[in-house]
């Protein structure tokens, strides 16, 4: 399974979409470094959250890591404040993935549990 989700990685990161956002940041004129770390990291949780699809989205992997690089300065780069962003978009990708439109912030009991247990079938 190890072997199966560092192949999903891998095509993701090799991904033309996700290797120029990865260019884009590295070269942009704010803390460079840390910034592609942290968005290569985003990339790694979200195809360990999603490791149980037969592909991942390239695509969907892309616009989450934006998603999250925005976030990072939003947050100016609090950690905790992050966290909570992280964790809020991770559920918000689940939902997703099942067909769940959280667009409105509400989704029912059974649905949470749908996204809950989607996420505990990683671990």
């Given at each position: 399974?190890?072997?199966?989700?560092?192949?999903?990685?891998?095509?993701?990161?090799?991904?033309?979409?996700?290797?120029?956002?990865?260019?884009?940041?590295g070269?942009?004129?704010?803390?460079?470094?840390?910034?592609?770390?942290n968005?290569?990291?985003?990339?790694?949780?979200?195809?360990?959250?999603?490791?149980?699809?037969t592909?991942?989205?390239?695509?969907?992997?892309?616009?989450?890591?934006?998603?999250?690089?925005?976030?990072?300065?939003?947050?100016?780069?609090?950690?905790?404040?992050?966290?909570?962003?992280?964790?809020?978009?991770?559920?918000?990708?689940?939902?997703?993935?099942?067909?769940?439109d959280?667009?409105?912030?509400?989704?029912?009991?059974?649905?949470?549990?749908?996204?809950k247990?989607?996420?505990?079938?990683?671990?």
């Amino acid at each position: 399974m190890k072997e199966d989700l560092a192949v999903k990685i891998e095509n993701v990161l090799n991904d033309a979409k996700v290797k120029q956002f990865l260019s884009d940041i590295g070269h942009s004129d704010i803390v460079q470094v840390k910034r592609v770390s942290n968005a290569i990291g985003e990339i790694f949780m979200y195809c360990i959250v999603h490791q149980g699809k037969t592909n991942i989205d390239g695509d969907k992997a892309y616009e989450y890591a934006k998603k999250m690089d925005e976030e990072f300065f939003e947050c100016a780069m609090s950690g905790e404040r992050l966290e909570d962003k992280r964790a809020g978009a991770i559920k918000e990708s689940i939902a997703t993935e099942l067909g769940i439109d959280s667009s409105k912030g509400e989704i029912s009991k059974e649905e949470d549990q749908q996204i809950k247990d989607y996420f505990l079938k990683i671990m």
